[in-house]
């Protein structure tokens, strides 16, 4: 909240305001309102029956797995679950809405209040939400394939969403983005979306305005349909620049809803406000107000997975992690139960916590892929982490050994370290013997460092490391140095 | 048999079990004579094929013993219903040929009770209406006298219904519509208890009063034809009751509980609005309603007097509400997936300008107008809100009317049929024609209208009674002992 947060990142001396609205696209079997199905990418017009096309005579009726995936939402964000709320119309032409109103829901929604808290950095943050609603998605206009004329594909119509509201709570693209990746995590974590975003599954909007410190709020735009993390933040990047200038040069920002091109980088205003359409809200006539009693909450509670938050708590009491390993870790349920194997099989939770935010996660980054795929598995990365505990190998060494594992070349961890003659030397008198000889060839830098020069310390040890090709235990190295030149 | 178009349901029913004639024959019969009387304009479509291959299926059921109070009886939809096989149009040029790829819900359910469909009936517009004047394709006639309008939006339903081309129809009403056409043309009907039959495939108007209803000869038919019409639907359509369905059949006959045959209403408490019995309504229609109501106090019923003091308001508060559900429900009528599209446009603003212009007639065009005025900013506060307010408080005066009675009764509307043509520029004056039957509907009441006399040129008139919410077996059974000790319900127009 605003009010705990250290000063806000300025740009160009302007505050930068952003508001989430996210559609979380629900991986319900069917509709909201319908029993067609959802898949995504079925030949045109083949996922929809009479009540998506809205046939005369069709009406809505109610998906009780949307409703059940609103209340864990709900649950996930301690948000208010609503005894009662209220299906709304929003009335609007448009070729791909079939009845000429989207089934929304408007002064009564089914998810009141919570927050989604994260870390940037190594900052916790906390954005307010204001509400979630259910609604049913929109149909798609197809204009390429057709000449003069276009297509209508009402599969997705009726598809349920919650859409997801914060207050304008974010202060920055990168906070806008962390809160995002949040989101997703929570959504996905908790089963209720597949978090797919070039399908459309998770598609972010942002209202985004700039004021001086301590100022009102400046007029927002909102930048519609974000569908990855990188045109998000290019796009409030490129947005807050654009009306820092428009207002440096004395124009006042007009509200509008601009799209983001991610060929040129640029937005670009879709409509402006004075062509807001009037919706007529009014509550649906032909779906009663929702009610969803307490037990029915209570049964959804007891069948919820440990949430994030919840486990990175856990793994702070039960592990002595750190909050922020809590917290990285907890991305998402694979990588805290590749982590959690791993700590449990090697008994070492910190040095697991750190290969995994380190070697682990930095191979899974270069190569695109996620936890799911990691081809070295916990109860292995546990085995080599038992081999640096107990002195065998090197934290270097454990490097190439990963290398190895990660490539193939090897499966077994003691294998590998034989057969790369990894094993870290820790028979004193051999170490003895390569101090003796580094320390007679480098006769200068003894000198150096008894002259006081520290420095030629770490340069002494650099050089022990290395002529024992890397088997030297560091600290047994160091000490032994040490006794030595004094 | 070639007076058969002259038996009930019931009768019919009992004729073609008893093979003193067949469910073919009957429904040959009738669809020529619905033929021959086209000029009432009561039907809009018929689909011979598939009514004789009904008629067969059901005289097949009957050869294997089967039995049933409507197997192989024909029947006839309002064109609001759709209806496989024949084209569904609401009486719009809009839904022009239009074929819907299911039954309605009251469609399938009265097929599979063996009823047989002899074709779609003629109504207002999109059900918009109270003379029948605003279909698109003809205008109704009265049968008991040609001149004038059968009302509405049910018109073709009780003009056929009266001139004895069918024995019972489907008829909807959202703030009158089975209940006025009734009156008008000497038959009964019932509007049940909003939500106790599915809208599931009905066209629709106002979705928060829009229910569905028999018409018919006579009370009992109507609790036949209701038995089987009524039910929960919730798979299908969320405001349907999830109330077992009954049978309305089970009271006709018996007299009320300590009663007497020769009394059988004795206790019945029959509640008078005074605002029903007010200025407003013709001495003629108040005089055959007040007739009526000697009759039931010989049947041993008591007549109260109450107040249900906001009827007046029931006006202004329906002809917000409706037309707002209105224009939302008919904003799917934009000519781009089925109804009618424009040949020719500029654009897709023109396109919805041009194929809705030309798809609409004037009064729902009028109604679209009001609806979208009234939940627009800046209005809806005013307009939608305060007429769902008052909304409650007229269902709250009818539940405290109901502690002093069992039953309401009054007029259905304020005169006898009017001739054709003379509202037809005066929208106001149809609207205000409604008043006695608005408040019914905005509360959500079963409501009735059964044959109680003539009024001014010899015109039907009809009493109306109310209920309370599942009270639809009682108000049958109270028509039905009027109708057991009157004949007025047995009156053929002149010609039929």
Known sequence: MSDKKQASPLVQGYEVVIGFETHAQLATQSKIFSRAPTAFGAEPNTQ????????PGTLPVMNRGAVEHAIRLGLALGSHIAEQSVFARKNYFYPDLPKGYQISQFEIPVVQGGEVSFFLGDEKKTVRLVRAHLEEDAGKSLHEEFHGMSGIDLNRAGTPLLEIVTEPDMRSSAEAVAYAKELHKTVTWIGICDGNMQEGSFRCDANVSVRKPGAELGTRREIKNLNSFKFMQQAIDYEVRWQIE?????????????????????????????????????????????????????????????????????LVQTYGLPEYDATTLTQSPAMAAYFETAAKASGQAKMASNWIMGEVSRRLNNEEKDIGQVPVSADTLAALLKRIADGTVSNNAAKQVVDALWSGEGSDVD??????????????????KIIDEVMAANAPMVEQFRAGKDKAFNALVGLVMKASKGKANPQQANDLLKQKLQ | ???????????????????????????????????????????????????????????????????????????????????????????????????????????????????????KLNCDEFAMGSGNDNSAYAPVHNPWDTARVPGGSSGGSAAAVAARLVPAATGTDTGGSIRQPASFTGITGIKPT??????????????????????????????TLLTAMAGPDIDRDSTSLDHPAEDYTRLLGLPREGATAAQPLKGLRIGLPKEFFGEGCAPDVLAAVRAALSEYEKLGATLVDISLPRTELSIPVYYIIAPAEASSNLSRFDGVKFGHRAAKFDDLADMYKKSRSEGFGPEVQRRIMIGTYV?????????????????????????????????IAGPVAPTVAWKIGEKSDDPVANYLADIYTLSTSLAGLPGMSVPAGFGAA???????LVGNYFKEGELLQTAHAFQQATDWHLKTPEGY
């Open chain 2, 1 to 119: 048999m070639n007076e058969l178009h002259h038996l009930g349901v019931a009768e019919l029913a009992a004729a073609i079990a008893d093979k003193k004639t067949s469910s073919v024959e009957a429904a040959q019969h009738l669809l020529a004579r619905a033929k021959e009387h086209q000029n009432l304009g009561a039907y809009l479509a018929f689909n011979e094929d598939l009514t004789l291959a009904q008629a067969q299926a059901a005289d097949a059921r009957i050869a294997a013993g089967e039995r049933g109070l409507l197997l192989g009886v024909p029947l006839a939809h309002k064109d609001i219903f759709v209806t496989q096989g024949f084209p569904t149009t609401a009486g719009s040029k809009m839904l022009a040929g239009y074929q819907s790829p299911f039954d309605a819900t009251v469609v399938s359910q009265l097929a599979a009770a063996g009823a047989v469909t002899l074709g």
């Open chain 2, 458 to 464: 010899n015109m039907p008139v009809g009493l109306q």
């Open chain 2, 194 to 223: 909003y939500g106790r039959c599915s809208r599931y495939g009905m066209v629709a108007f106002a979705s928060s009063l829009d229910q569905a209803g028999p018409m018919a000869r006579s009370a009992a038919d109507c609790a």
């Open chain 2, 375 to 407: 939940l627009s900013h800046g209005y809806y506060d005013a307009y939608y809100v305060k007429a769902q307010q008052i909304r409650r408080l007229i269902a709250q005066d009818f539940q405290q009317a109901f502690t002093q009675c069992d039953v």
């Open chain 1, 246 to 314: 428009q207002i440096e040069d004395g124009h006042a920002i007009q509200q509008a809803t601009v799209l983001f091109d991610p060929d040129t980088g640029e937005t670009r205003a879709m409509r402006t406000k004075e062509d807001a359409a009037d919706y007529r809200y009014f509550p649906d006539p032909d779906l009663p107000p929702l009610v969803i009693a307490r037990d029915w909450v209570e049964q959804v509670k007891a069948n919820m997975p440990e949430l994030p938050r919840q486990m990175a708590a856990r």
């Open chain 1, 48 to 55: 929809a029956c009479a009540v998506d096309l809205a046939l």
């Open chain 1, 415 to 432: 294998a590998v370290i034989e057969a790369k003659g990894l094993k870290q030397m820790n028979d004193s008198g051999a170490l003895e």
